[in-house]
């Protein structure tokens, strides 16, 4: 399993940005603990429901923050959020229809975020410093 420690590796310094995708982390923390400890399948489910809403919410978030400093990506940037729903939505029903491990299951999601993190969110807030 992956290392679900925040980094600095993942910081953009823009702090409401920051501080969501710590949340994210964090929920993907509570799954693994859920099933370490009781290994409750509906719970399971329902924070994994959460993670995705969050994920959801911290999109639109960024999205909203991108179109307000008029960031030239935009779209592309947008269209890798709307791809990432989709695809967690796809694993998500895997994993309802035990097709894939929950550990395949929060390794996607978490790669996904430290790729994105790392090569796409970090160009906002570059681009953001740039204006200033
Ligand atoms: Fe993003
Ligand atoms: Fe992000």
Redesign the pocket.
């Known amino acids: 399993m992956n290392n679900l420690e925040w980094s600095s590796t993942y910081e953009t310094g823009i702090g409401k940005i920051d501080n969501q995708h710590k949340n994210f982390l964090e929920i993907i923390t509570t799954i693994q603990k859920v099933e370490k400890e009781n290994s409750d399948v509906k719970k399971v489910m329902r924070t994994i429901n959460e993670l995705v809403k969050y994920a959801q919410y911290h999109?639109l978030s960024?999205e909203n923050f991108m179109e307000e400093i008029n960031y030239p990506e935009f779209q592309l940037?947008k269209q890798l959020?709307y791809k990432l729903i989709e695809l967690l939505n796809i694993e998500k029903n895997n994993l309802e229809l035990n097709q894939i491990s929950l550990s395949h299951f929060l390794d996607f999601a978490v790669n996904w975020f430290k790729n994105?993190t790392v090569n796409?969110?970090k160009k906002i807030a570059e681009f953001f410093r740039a204006q200033i």
């Open positions: 999109f960024e940037h959020h994105h796409e969110d």
